[in-house]
């Protein structure tokens, strides 16, 4: 887990492993939390011992002052040490000149030819690339000296010295306000890291790992051109030729308060900075090529991923007409449905995927799509169930279109095949009608009838209609027996069925239909096999003869189609 770096109290320590100086890892003690006059919400660091002695600015011989001349600059925005501090650049590259009399810290540049740096790398040679990138601009106030006009000026830097005012100290000027860390003079003092002490020139028993030592502040002793303000061994103002290469550096920087530490230190009893990386901008984003007003506009996106898991979710933006961005959607889904609405002229959307820690990718941007103002159509009653149906049937509707001029195109499915589709009137009846036909060869159970019409410049209408079926016999006959002469004797008849296994399938005919109460004989087995049958009865009541049949099939429990498409045959 992780916690933001405001989290931690004033002192606490951190490090990035990434950071070197001297090839170990900086770390730095938190000297400030949202401090008057730096970046907003930003932590301030400063390193917890000093890491390096090095002069402030070395001697300039070419200089008209001639305390510069011996013992160097004391203005902060001139000095190597703040090209230094501030610069990325490798070995030997860092300085350039910063004014006409300026000189590099060369050795023989500095007090006794103590540690000279002009060959170094700059200092943020060695930091890691998200260090650097998270390294806030600062503008802070130092003090000039009387000869450079007195009184303060401001500069931005990333990495710089802390005033005396910063420090706690009453200087020559006022420069900025105090930091919360410094609170008496042990607050103040700084002890030199094992690096600092093994790779320094200068050799004094009081310079040890264990000992207090003095180190630079950024404002010059107002009074002299050449000497610098500092917080000596016991964490008290003093001042020292700029020259000096015995001078401490104990740099500081801004970060931003949301970075992430570790929860707990490490053996240091340091808390380890988490870098969290931005996710990737969605693959893709689709919407629709053609946008109806009043309709329903389906946007969808691309994943994006995160080299540290940690996706939280999607801020879907919509931007219409020449207006702004404003956000529509927010969450982990990767899919919203919009209204477009009668006032668009153009629609386009934006989309950025955002983490638990707080970072966001980039946008993925759809193309703007111009809105189409058009009235769907409508289909006259409401999605219905029918109930339960006994034999064939129509359906009336009425579909109707308030934009003249267009087409009309109605497709009437049974259970999602396609009955039928023509060009329909607005305003005008039509039945949707299930024939005989259809209705014999419809399995029991639920059924459903669509009708959409279609206005052929993307508006389309539904209407469903639902209704169940449950025959489990099927009887019929002749309504008026075939006239005969004579009395039939004989007879073939051929059925066209669909009987599934185990239902009953029963045929019986008469020549005597015309009588109130005809003699019906059973001749299935007859038309099961193809062969004639031979009628015994010889009577009737009615004045006419006449031949009649009559079907009936029991589906039992039986499954699958049972119907029974058209009866034939021939008597005499």
């Known amino acids: ?66 305390n510069r001349r011996s013992y160097g600059n004391n203005r902060w925005i001139y000095s190597n040490i703040r090209q230094w501090l501030n610069s990325q650049a490798a070995a030997g590259k860092w300085y350039s000149a910063q004014h006409s009399a300026d000189a590099a810290p060369t050795n023989a540049n500095v007090w006794s030819n103590y540690n000279e740096y002009d060959a170094e790398a700059g200092f943020l040679a060695g930091f890691s690339a998200n260090f650097l990138a998270a390294l806030l601009n600062t503008t802070h106030t130092v003090g000039k000296a009387s000869v450079d006009g007195g009184g303060t000026e401001t500069c931005v830097d990333k990495i710089f010295f802390m005033s005396s005012t910063e420090a706690g100290l009453t200087g020559d000027v006022t420069c900025g306000s105090k930091l919360a860390l410094f609170t008496n003079d042990a607050s103040r ?180 799509r111009a809105v189409t103002h058009n009235t769907p159509p409508t289909i006259s009653g409401a999605n219905t169930n029918l109930g339960e149906k006994t034999g064939a049937f129509s359906q009336a509707y009425t579909v109707t279109d308030q934009d003249s001029g267009q087409t009309l195109t109605v497709t009437e499915k049974i259970d999602g095949t396609v009955k039928r589709t023509y060009t329909a009137t607005s305003g005008k009846e039509y039945s949707f009608s299930l024939t005989a036909a259809e209705w014999v060869k419809l ?60 239902a009953e399938f029963t045929v019986e005919a008469c020549n005597n239909g015309n009588d109130a109460s005809p003699t019906w004989e059973d001749v299935t087995q007859a038309v099961n096999s193809g062969s004639k ?22 589906r039992n429990e039986a499954v699958g189609d049972c119907f029974i498409s058209s009866v034939g045959g021939n008597f005499e």
């Open 1 to 66: 887990m992780a916690q933001a770096l405001s989290t931690l109290a004033v002192g606490a320590l951190v490090k990035d492993t990434g950071t070197l100086y001297n090839g170990k890892p900086i770390i730095w003690k938190i000297a400030d939390k949202n401090h008057a006059g730096y970046p907003a919400n930003s932590v301030t660091l400063i390193t917890e011992r000093i890491i390096s002695l090095k002069c402030f600015d070395a001697i300039e011989a070419g200089s008209s002052d001639s």
């Open 443 to 502: 399995a029991n159970g639920s059924h459903t009838l669509t009708i959409t019409a279609d206005d052929g410049t993307g508006g389309t209408a539904d209407r469903t209609y639902t209704f169940s079926k449950n025959v489990s016999e099927i009887e019929f006959q002749l309504a008026t027996p075939l006239a005969t002469d004579d009395a039939v004797t004989k007879a073939i008849m051929s059925v066209a069925r669909q009987i599934p296994a185990g």
């Open 189 to 368: 003092q700084a002890k030199p890291t094992a690096e600092c002490v093994s790779k320094s020139e200068y050799t004094n028993s009081s310079f040890n790992v264990n000992s207090a030592w003095y180190y630079w502040l950024c404002d010059a002793y107002a009074s002299n051109s050449s000497d610098v303000r500092g917080v000596n061994s016991s964490g008290a103002l003093n001042w020292n030729y700029a020259y000096g290469g015995s001078g401490g550096a104990r740099p500081l920087c801004n970060l931003k308060s949301e970075i992430l530490v570790s929860d707990n230190p490490d053996s240091d009893g340091a808390y380890t900075i988490i870098w969290n990386r931005a996710p990737s901008a969605p693959g893709s984003i689709s919407v629709p090529a053609q946008i109806l007003s009043g309709q329903n506009v389906a946007v969808t996106w691309g994943i994006s991923t995160d080299e540290d898991g940690s996706v939280s979710g999607y801020i879907l933006e919509r931007k219409t007409n020449d207006g702004s961005w404003g956000q529509v959607y927010k969450g982990i889904n990767r899919t919203y449905t919009d209204t477009a609405s009668a006032t668009w002229q153009t629609v386009a959307y934006r989309v950025k995927a955002y983490d638990n820690n707080g970072a966001e990718s980039a946008y993925t941007t759809s193309p703007a």
């Open 533 to 554: 049958f031979f009628f015994s009865n010889t009577t009737k009541t009615a004045a006419e003869w006449g031949f009649n049949f009559r079907i009936k099939v029991k």
